[in-house]
């Protein structure tokens, strides 16, 4: 039933996302990292391999199951992510960046597993790359999907992200809203304006946005 719904809209698409966190290494055995279950980024790709699009999911690491006919690509560190995304891009039509990316990382990774000694420990951080910027700007750039979490002022944090970027669409929410949870609450944002969609499963939510994106797609020329 599930396969029905979306009803290939995206046949012949090429389709590119990422999700989960990044993994920023600190020494062998430590690292930071960003809360991000991945589970809105693995729905998004099932659901753009159900409506017929040929799918490549750049993911940080979660504990899912990679959907069936959906072809993942492992990744830790965001430099990795940005690499990995760059090589699947040619011949994609979109990309979708679902990915938690850590802004910054250690500056330097510790070689050995770091020894204990001060009360305070300061650790250098460094920018990482902004991968949906980037890509956002490529003269042959693909359609670009953004998504927005914020703690708050949802709106005006979206739209800012959405111009910043150049995005024709962008998916907002509020983390406490859907974070590690099954279902979610979100806002689509586009020239047209806001579309708040019903609270609903991700799985749910995940077809509803592909039904969006193929309508843009469609009016988009190419
Ligand atoms: N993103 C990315 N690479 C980064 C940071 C973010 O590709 N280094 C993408 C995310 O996958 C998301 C969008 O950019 O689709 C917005 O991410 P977010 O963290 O909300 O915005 P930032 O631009 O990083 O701004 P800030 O964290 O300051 O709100
Ligand atoms: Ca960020």
Partial sequence: LEGHFVAKRLAGCKVVLTAGPTFEAIDPVRGITNISSGKMGYALARA??????EVVLVSGPVALP?????????VA??????AA???ALPGAQVFISVAAVADYRPLEVAPHKMKKKDDVLTLAL?????????????PDAPFCVGFAA????????????RSKKRLPLLVGNLVQDGMGAEDNLIVLYDDAGRHPLPRASKSELARSVVEHLAS???TVVR
Wanted: proline fraction near 6%; glycine fraction near 6%.
């Fill in 85 to 87: 995304v760059l090589a």
């Fill in 77 to 82: 560190g965001a430099r990795d992510m940005r």
């Fill in 126 to 138: 460094t920018q990482n790359p902004d991968i949906l910027a980037e890509v956002a700007a490529l």
């Fill in 48 to 53: 753009c391999a159900q409506a017929g699009a």
């Fill in 66 to 74: 990679v959907p069936v006919g959906v072809r993942c690509v492992p």
């Fill in 216 to 218: 843009m797609l469609a």
């Fill in 150 to 161: 914020e703690s708050q002022d949802l709106d005006a944090y979206a739209e800012n992200k």
